[in-house]
């Protein structure tokens, strides 16, 4: 079975400029969680959702992040406008509802540079 | 705020070395998994540990949960090189899970 599968794998942009990260899940999934990894803060949940509905988006830095899941296999994480601090590793991760311990399977991630 | 605090943040030895890394919190969880990332990759789900005081074992990676459930170690025989990478403890918390920072291990041949 493929895993979690997120593109585009790296990005490169320049300030001001939008970005969409894109993730699928693996099917059968229902929780979607989108995270932030930097050296100096480690692996931050940014949001997630179940059945497609957002649950907790406490984690979402600021109004420029937004994200969305118009159906089961698909979700995006917009930043707009993008400045350089938003630079990090985007992980896509899902898990299934019912399983007793919210095992999370990861994506590859999307290295994000912002000059 | 639930925290997780993994320790040490790095960690260097010899292969045939053995070593334990720890995971602590003030907090109580319902279950606590590890991961291992390598480099370029999303992490990876090594065990969960659900009941105070269980003992799992991963051919040379032994994971113990604490008897209170809110901390963990992993301890590692014989390292090899290729155990090199980032170990991230998580605490099960109400539909998602509270990462630590993580123990960076390399093994050098």
């Known amino acids: 079975d493929a895993g979690v599968i997120q593109s585009p794998r790296h990005e490169v942009t320049e300030m001001g400029q939008e970005v969409t990260l894109r993730c699928k899940p693996i099917?059968?999934?229902?929780?979607l969680f989108w995270y932030r990894q930097t050296m100096m803060r480690g692996l931050e949940l940014l949001i997630y959702?179940?059945?497609?509905?957002?649950?907790?988006d406490s984690g979402m830095p600021e109004d420029r992040f937004s994200a969305k899941m118009p159906n089961a296999s698909f979700s995006t994480l917009k930043i707009q406008p993008s400045e350089p601090r938003d630079s990090a590793v985007y992980f896509c991760a899902s898990s299934r509802t019912g399983t007793p311990y919210n095992e999370q399977f990861f994506g590859p991630g999307t290295r994000l540079t912002v000059l | 705020t639930q925290l997780l605090e993994q320790s040490p943040q790095f960690l260097s030895i010899q292969e045939g070395e053995n070593l334990t890394v720890y995971c602590n919190s003030s907090s109580v969880f319902s279950s606590l998994q590890w991961y291992r990332q390598e480099p370029g990759e999303g992490p990876v789900l090594l065990v969960t540990?659900?009941?105070?005081?269980e003992v799992k074992k991963l051919k040379r990676l032994t994971f113990q949960f604490g008897d209170a459930r809110k901390d963990s170690s992993l301890h590692i025989t014989a390292a090899q090189p290729g155990d090199t990478g980032l170990y991230l403890c998580a605490g099960g918390s109400q539909g998602n899970l509270i990462f630590g920072k993580g123990t960076k291990l390399s093994v050098k041949p």
């Open positions: 540990v659900v009941t105070g005081g």
């Open positions: 959702f179940n059945n497609n509905v957002p649950i907790d």
């Open positions: 099917s059968g999934h229902n929780s």
